[in-house]
């Protein structure tokens, strides 16, 4: 049990890395959204496309259009010229941020975790190539092809599922709760309160 | 753009990294620790989660004017697909992120819980297109 953390001490990392990543990224954690953008990478592509596309557009019009009243206006436009290209700032800030971002950079984030649990794993002690999950878990499901299947249909439980709620328990629980959005907070009742159902009842079973 | 974008990837990277390590340090991709969670014998992970909320939530308060309005309402899939994640997280111990922890701590078992959520994300986008269309609010990102 000494293994991990303390409650205090792992709510100041928890509590700390979503600080974090809203101060680096400028938007709240969500891991089924990666997910989401991962898996439907042909779609965001044509998106990241489009978007790089728009933005060669404004340039290139503002471009023309600086070149044109240069043409016509000489000296003064160009000490005009900073306070349009403030406002261009302005209408760049507005327009929703998020869908800068390429989908490779989400698919990085979620295979980074692995080197995370790795370190985590490493500095430990506690790295052990095992087929199963644990004990408690195969004590539960069986054989190592039952304890497979289950997991299994865990995962599709838990993908169908966050993107029908439209998030999981890093973007309802944690970003959502602390924010306290109605859907974020019903979301978050209900998967917790579903998963102690059936634990509760899969310790049963062990008995 | 190429620079930004480079940026960009070593950001989500290095984030990546750090979340792994806060999380299995926690204890969250131990299948038995989340059990242990879930039937009440040892609530250290949820007043970890508990008190992580609060953190956020305080200062969240103090730059809420800095913060994106985000698209999380209540919508037909909100409980269902909540409960389904519950059962879900229940049986494999693994929510989206913590597949990858667990592949990285040495379950190799996790493959088969990264590609059932795979098909999972693939089944509701499928699903979704033909049956439901309502709007299902994204979360973050």
């Known amino acids: 049990m000494n293994e991990y953390w303390s409650w205090w001490l792992g709510a100041l990392g928890l509590g700390g890395f979503c600080i974090l990543y809203f101060t680096l990224m400028g938007n709240l954690l969500g891991v089924s959204a990666s997910w989401r953008k991962v898996v439907n990478w042909r779609k965001e592509q044509e998106l990241d496309a489009e978007i790089s596309q728009f933005d060669e557009d404004v340039t290139g019009i503002s471009d023309a259009l600086m070149a044109e009243t240069l043409a016509e206006f000489g000296d003064l436009a160009e000490q005009n010229s900073v306070s349009q290209t403030h406002s261009q700032n302005v209408v760049n800030s507005s327009t929703p941020l998020p869908s800068n971002i390429p989908w490779t950079a989400h698919m990085a984030f979620l295979l980074c975790m692995t080197i995370g649990g790795f370190l985590a794993a490493i500095t430990t002690g506690s790295f052990k190539i095992e087929f199963t999950l644990s004990q408690v878990h195969s004590q539960i499901f069986g054989s190592n092809i039952e304890v497979w299947l289950s997991m299994l249909f865990g995962g599709i439980m838990v993908g169908f599922g966050t993107q029908m709620a439209g998030g999981c328990t890093s973007g309802h629980g944690l970003s959502g709760c602390s924010r306290l959005i109605p859907a974020s907070l019903i979301s978050t009742c209900v998967f917790m309160g579903s998963a102690i159902l059936l634990s509760l009842l899969m310790e049963s079973t062990l008995r | ?141």
């Open chain 2, 1 to 141: 753009m190429k620079t930004k974008s480079v940026i960009q990837h070593l950001k989500f990277g290095f984030l990546g990294v750090v979340m792994g390590f806060v999380v299995a340090r926690i204890g969250f991709a131990n299948f038995d620790e989340l059990h242990n969670m879930f039937i009440f014998a040892d609530l250290r992970m949820l007043y970890a989660f508990a008190a992580a909320v609060m953190m956020i939530m305080l200062i969240f308060f103090v730059i809420s004017k800095k913060i994106p309005k985000q698209n999380k309402i209540i919508q037909p899939g909100t409980i269902p697909g909540s409960m389904l994640f519950g059962f879900g997280w229940a049986v494999c111990g693994a929510c989206p992120s913590i597949v990858f922890v667990q592949l990285g701590s040495g379950k190799l078992a996790a493959v088969f819980t990264l590609i059932g959520i795979y098909l999972g994300v693939v089944i509701h986008k499928k699903m979704h297109a033909r049956f439901f269309r309502w709007d299902t609010g994204s979360c973050g990102v």
